[in-house]
């Protein structure tokens, strides 16, 4: 399927096919492909179901050509996701984070902040926590406190998370953070799987200065959090 001529075919069948792909260049053709059949299919679907399957059309192509290095095609393909009427904040979250890899970071703040507008109550902690990580990388100091109040306000907000951010936050823009201790113990002893927790955890070690190596949370006692070896 992934090294072969692009089949003929529904475009929902093209949108899967794409989905199943791992070589982003037969993704990106089954997602070509599937623009151009949800033209010919014409009037027939519902419109909403036809506006779905087209989102995620171009959020396949867009991927794809990200994948592929082409960041300015990957751009164009997340503005016509953007346009699409559904999955409106998932599109500007997807155009800022090509924005910000294409050293562009005004503008994927302000990218972000579609993202934020225009998303449901149960994604928009998240969002509102990923700009203020834009925000923190331009050095908007007060702006990314104030996102950053934002996330902890609002639906599913992952407390625990959003203060290590801010810790992270205050590492960089005052130098320290006298929480810092007690929240290495809270993020240690939140037996959370392996994943952003732990990365957090680590940046946070590194950067207080607490350790000379980090092997994470579940390596670390709070012993070894004050300089002392078992």
């Given at each position: 399927?992934?090294r072969?001529?692009?089949?003929?075919?529904?475009?929902?069948?093209?949108?899967?096919?794409?989905?199943?792909?791992?070589?982003?260049?037969?993704?990106?053709?089954?997602?070509?492909?599937?623009?151009?059949?949800?033209?010919?299919?014409?009037?027939?679907?519902?419109?909403?179901?036809?506006?779905?399957?087209?989102?995620?059309?171009?959020?396949q192509?867009?991927?794809?050509s990200?994948?592929?290095?082409?960041?300015?095609?990957?751009?164009?393909?997340?503005?016509?996701?953007?346009?699409?009427?559904?999955?409106?904040?998932?599109?500007?979250?997807?155009?800022?984070?090509?924005?910000?890899?294409?050293?562009?970071?005004?503008?994927?703040?302000?990218?972000?902040?579609?993202?934020?507008?225009?998303?449901?109550?149960?994604?928009a902690?998240?969002?509102?926590?990923?700009l203020?990580?834009?925000?923190?990388?331009?050095?908007?100091?007060?702006?990314?406190?104030?996102?950053?109040?934002?996330?902890?306000?609002?639906?599913?907000?992952?407390?625990?998370?959003?203060?290590?951010?801010?810790?992270?936050?205050?590492?960089?823009?005052?130098?320290?953070?006298?929480?810092?201790?007690?929240?290495?113990?809270?993020?240690?002893?939140?037996?959370?799987?392996?994943g952003?927790?732990?990365?957090?955890?680590?940046?946070?070690a590194?950067?207080?200065?607490?350790?000379?190596?980090?092997?994470?949370?579940?390596?670390?006692?709070?012993?070894?959090?004050?300089?002392?070896?078992?």
């Amino acid at each position: 399927m992934e090294r072969g001529d692009v089949e003929e075919g529904p475009s929902w069948d093209c949108l899967r096919k794409a989905q199943l792909c791992v070589e982003p260049s037969a993704r990106l053709r089954y997602a070509l492909e599937g623009l151009r059949a949800s033209e010919r299919e014409g009037d027939w679907k519902k419109e909403e179901e036809a506006e779905s399957i087209r989102a995620l059309l171009f959020r396949q192509a867009s991927q794809a050509s990200l994948l592929l290095g082409r960041e300015e095609e990957a751009l164009a393909f997340a503005l016509s996701f953007c346009g699409q009427g559904t999955l409106t904040d998932v599109a500007h979250a997807e155009r800022a984070t090509i924005l910000r890899l294409l050293a562009r970071p005004e503008e994927a703040i302000e990218a972000q902040q579609q993202a934020v507008l225009h998303a449901p109550s149960s994604r928009a902690s998240f969002h509102l926590w990923c700009l203020a990580q834009l925000q923190q990388s331009c050095a908007l100091w007060k702006d990314a406190h104030a996102s950053l109040d934002r996330a902890k306000q609002a639906e599913g907000a992952d407390l625990l998370l959003l203060s290590a951010q801010r810790c992270l936050l205050r590492f960089r823009h005052e130098g320290h953070d006298p929480r810092a201790p007690e929240l290495l113990g809270r993020l240690r002893d939140a037996g959370r799987p392996l994943g952003y927790a732990e990365y957090l955890y680590g940046l946070i070690a590194c950067t207080s200065g607490r350790m000379q190596r980090v092997k994470g949370p579940s390596a670390v006692s709070s012993k070894d959090s004050k300089g002392q070896s078992r």
